[in-house]
């Protein structure tokens, strides 16, 4: 079948655009995967993957300067400018064992769409003819929006397949054909998962996390049985989340983070051992953490929100995830107030200046600025160097006085 309007949408993408100039005189170079999918269905594709019959280096020199070549695997991605293509050869692929990498050898593209894991995902553009070739009825799964696997052991030899049907179905609103909720079904009832490293996991779940719709695609996973950590569907209150989401201050912190905080109803412990085995960082986890205990942050700080200074104690040094849940858990103006203004406000003097004015090292100058950011906060001083020098030194003169009274 050939479809010219294909190559025409392809080459009105800029990355597109020059792939098309960089394939123009060699046969056997096809786009696959997602790709194809997104064109057939007038979305924009998300990357573009190339599969070439043959030989690919002179290919990746065609595209640009910086082609980093995995000659073991067969591959190639060539960054250039916002560009980014992964090539790879044509290839047939077998599983050794449950979960493992596949072992792949040299093969024509009819072979290479066969070891694919959706038929809509195993349709290749030929980009010198513009023919499509495709598994059969990948056309039709397409049109009728069904996610089929090619294979009955499709999820046994490789589980994380599990994940990307989920962010799929989550993405694009397709179905699960029956058979194939079946196998994944009998899948996740026989442990597949656990043939898999948490490493390969964890990227998984940040996979569906940076979908547009994170929380869609995490409850598809539910459904699927992926998540057991997850909180109960009547549990789970996904406005909250987005409200959340729109509490966050733009470009700012890591909104995949807050999803997984607010997702997870296990023990403190077990999340920390759960995202440890995920290789989530330390950094990620004490995020993930945080959010988890949003609810206690929330009435902690509605308890504080009518001093701006005592809001400050409970907000301060807490990551912006965690504020923005908390602010969804019903303190929305104090999570607001602090995003927005007062964790902003600074004093205009230092640990230096009170040093240079005869207070002596030591951990009074910390407090002495703690006291005067204090009354900075609650409005009882200007932003003026000057005025907040006076209220740093008086503060410490009427402590010596009070300890010298014995008060
Ligand atoms: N693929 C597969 N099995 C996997 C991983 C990938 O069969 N476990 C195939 C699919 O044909 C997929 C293609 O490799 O379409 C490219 O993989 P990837 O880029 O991860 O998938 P896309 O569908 O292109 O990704 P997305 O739409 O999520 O960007």
Redesign the pocket.
């Known amino acids: 079948m050939k479809d010219p309007s294909l190559l025409e949408r392809l080459r009105a993408l800029p990355c597109g655009q020059q792939l098309l100039k960089a394939v123009a005189g060699r046969d056997g170079v096809h786009l ?4 194809v ?2 064109l057939l269905l007038g979305r924009e ?3 573009l ?1 190339v599969v070439v019959e043959g030989e690919l280096d002179a290919l990746a020199t065609a595209l640009g300067p910086a082609a980093t070549t995995h000659g073991r695997f067969g591959t190639a991605t060539v960054q250039r400018g916002d560009c980014r293509w ?1 090539l790879a050869l044509a290839r047939a692929e077998h599983y050794a064992r449950p979960g493992a990498l596949p072992v792949v050898r040299a093969a024509g593209i009819d072979e290479d769409l066969r ?4 038929t809509v ?2 349709i290749a553009l030929d980009l010198s003819s513009g023919q499509l070739r495709a598994v059969e009825g990948a056309r039709a799964d397409l049109l009728t929006r069904r996610l089929r696997v090619l294979h009955d052991a499709s999820f046994i030899d ?1 589980p ?2 599990l994940w ?1 049907i989920a ?2 179905s989550a ?1 694009l609103g397709f179905e699960l054909e029956e058979r194939t909720a079946r196998l994944a079904a009998q899948a996740v009832g026989a442990g597949a998962l656990a043939t898999v490293s948490g490493a390969r996991i964890g990227n998984e779940l940040r ?1 569906a996390l940076q979908e547009p719709d994170p929380l869609a695609a995490l409850g598809a996973a539910a459904q699927l049985g992926l998540v057991p950590w997850m909180v109960a569907d009547d549990d789970h209150d996904p406005d909250r989340v987005r409200a959340a989401l729109e509490l966050l201050p733009s470009g700012e912190g890591r909104p995949d983070l807050l999803v997984l905080g607010a997702s997870l109803a296990v023990a403190e412990g077990e999340a920390e051992a759960l995202l440890a085995e995920l290789q989530f960082s330390v950094a990620e986890r004490a995020v993930v953490r945080a959010c988890a205990q949003a609810p206690a942050l929330a009435l902690a700080a509605r308890n504080a929100a009518t001093r701006a200074s005592a809001l400050a104690r409970v907000l301060r040094g807490v990551p912006v995830e965690a504020v923005a849940l908390a602010g969804a858990h019903g303190a929305q103006d104090a999570a607001r107030r602090w995003l927005k203004e007062l964790r902003d406000v600074e004093l205009a003097i230092d640990g230096d200046d009170l040093l240079a004015a005869g207070v002596p090292e030591g951990p009074q100058i910390g407090s002495l600025l703690a006291a005067t950011l204090d009354r900075r906060l609650d409005g009882q001083l200007g932003p003026e160097r000057d005025a907040q020098l006076q209220a740093a030194l008086q503060a410490r003169d009427s402590r010596h006085t009070r300890s010298r009274s014995g008060q």
């Open positions: 696959v995967g997602g790709a999918r997104d594709p998300r990357e993957d992964d070891r694919r894991d959706v995902n195993a490789d994380t397949r990307r962010r799929y993405r996979l």
